[in-house]
């Protein structure tokens, strides 16, 4: 006999969502649980290092070396390797296909779609995304008038106290977009295109995170 449905439930593990440390996500700010802080990720373009000349790559390491010196933070670099979604790509083949009136090379055409689909199938290429995580954690110090009377006398903190209203929140919000725009300029110098992540993209970064089969399928349950 089964057992019923509120034992079932009650011996259930607990939701993934509660393993998250993600309290909520607003205004393109990630809000972390427990008065964690706040985070806000920036998506970086990439450059061929290895085809630069090595006056270039001097200069690039030196500027590199330049702008992590001048940070008073820290920072995150995250990169992202998914397989290569050549779906649209493919798309834009068949219709090239379908409004071409020369056979011959209707047929090209088609033997090349065949072509980039054998090879991305066999070579399994992936593409690379590169995120750049801008942390703030607003310190006990700074908060110690609103949550000295929460705090045991002689007890050490446990870390800062959960947001208490919007006011606060956009007070914090300030100070990270402060050191939002300090590492978009230092990566602009050198040579890279840098944009902050807004709300709905998070939500699809965090989806694809911890969602990666799904997502795959997702991307690649386009028509051909």
């Given at each position: 006999?089964?057992?019923?449905?509120?034992?079932?439930?009650?011996?259930?593990?607990?939701?993934?969502?509660?393993?998250?440390?993600?309290?909520?996500?607003?205004?393109?700010?990630?809000?972390l649980?427990?008065?964690?802080?706040?985070?806000?990720?920036?998506?970086?373009?990439?450059?061929?290092?290895?085809?630069?000349?090595?006056?270039?790559?001097?200069?690039?390491?030196?500027?590199?070396?330049?702008?992590?010196?001048?940070?008073?933070?820290?920072?995150?670099?995250?990169?992202?390797?998914?397989?290569?979604?050549?779906?649209?790509?493919?798309?834009?083949?068949?219709q090239?296909?379908?409004?071409?009136?020369?056979?011959?090379?209707?047929?090209?055409?088609?033997?090349?779609?065949?072509?980039?689909?054998?090879?991305?199938?066999?070579?399994?290429?992936?593409?690379?995304?590169?995120?750049?995580?801008?942390?703030?954690?607003?310190?006990?110090?700074?908060?110690?008038?609103?949550?000295?009377?929460?705090?045991?006398?002689?007890?050490?903190?446990?870390?800062?106290?959960?947001?208490?209203?919007?006011?606060?929140?956009?007070?914090?919000?300030?100070?990270?977009?402060q050191?939002?725009?300090?590492?978009?300029?230092?990566?602009?110098?050198?040579?890279?295109?840098v944009?902050?992540?807004?709300?709905?993209?998070?939500?699809?970064?965090?989806?694809?995170?911890?969602?990666?089969?799904?997502?795959?399928?997702?991307?690649?349950?386009?028509?051909?």
């Amino acid at each position: 006999m089964p057992p019923p449905p509120s034992a079932a439930r009650k011996r259930a593990g607990p939701a993934a969502q509660e393993f998250l440390l993600v309290e909520t996500i607003r205004d393109g700010i990630i809000v972390l649980k427990a008065g964690l802080g706040l985070r806000a990720v920036l998506m970086a373009s990439s450059l061929n290092f290895a085809l630069k000349a090595e006056e270039e790559q001097d200069a690039l390491i030196f500027q590199y070396e330049n702008f992590l010196n001048s940070l008073d933070f820290p920072l995150q670099i995250v990169v992202q390797s998914r397989r290569l979604n050549i779906g649209p790509y493919l798309e834009t083949l068949v219709q090239r296909q379908k409004e071409e009136t020369n056979e011959l090379l209707k047929v090209q055409v088609g033997e090349y779609m065949e072509f980039v689909k054998t090879f991305v199938e066999l070579s399994q290429v992936v593409s690379k995304t590169f995120y750049v995580v801008v942390p703030f954690q607003p310190s006990v110090v700074e908060r110690r008038s609103a949550i000295t009377k929460a705090l045991p006398f002689f007890g050490p903190p446990r870390g800062a106290a959960p947001l208490a209203d919007d006011g606060e929140f956009a007070q914090f919000k300030n100070q990270l977009l402060q050191r939002v725009d300090t590492v978009i300029l230092g990566l602009r110098r050198l040579g890279l295109r840098v944009t902050q992540l807004d709300t709905d993209e998070l939500i699809e970064l965090f989806y694809i995170l911890y969602n990666p089969s799904e997502s795959q399928k997702v991307s690649e349950a386009k028509p051909e």
